[in-house]
């Protein structure tokens, strides 16, 4: 079993910044790629990023590039997304997922995290 624990979530300004880090339990870290996926209430959950095993491949829904960066800590066994410029349409509860490859599905996953809540403020 794989477990994927979530933090750095929290209640930010529009404009500001969070790091969102996805911690991956056990010697397992390397062998999985890891997604972020968010969902806001009433609406399907949505691809944010994803990076690949070997964290040469990265990828971000549109709405997210060229403000958000993802990138993982072998030693740390952690997966960070860096958010910048955040509007108060990123406003949902973040969850990473570790899966196979770096897909923008989510059924393509296998483990996910409980989720951290992200709020921005207008």
């Known amino acids: 079993q794989v477990q994927l624990v979530e933090s750095g979530g929290g209640l930010v300004q529009a404009g500001g910044s969070l790091r969102l880090s996805c911690a991956i339990a056990?010697?397992?870290?390397?062998?999985?790629?890891v997604g972020w996926f968010r969902q806001v209430p009433a609406k399907e959950r949505e691809f944010v990023s994803a990076i690949s095993r070997t964290g040469k491949s990265t990828y971000f829904a549109d709405s997210v590039k060229g403000r958000f960066t993802i990138s993982r800590d072998s030693a740390k066994n952690t997966v960070f997304l860096q958010m910048n410029n955040l509007p108060p349409g990123d406003t949902a509860v973040y969850y990473c997922?570790?899966?196979?490859?770096?897909?923008?599905?989510?059924?393509?996953?296998?483990?996910w995290g409980q989720g951290t809540q992200v709020t921005v403020s207008s």
């Open positions: 056990g010697r397992t870290f390397s062998r999985y790629a």
């Open positions: 997922a570790a899966g196979n490859y770096g897909s923008t599905i989510d059924d393509e996953y296998d483990y």
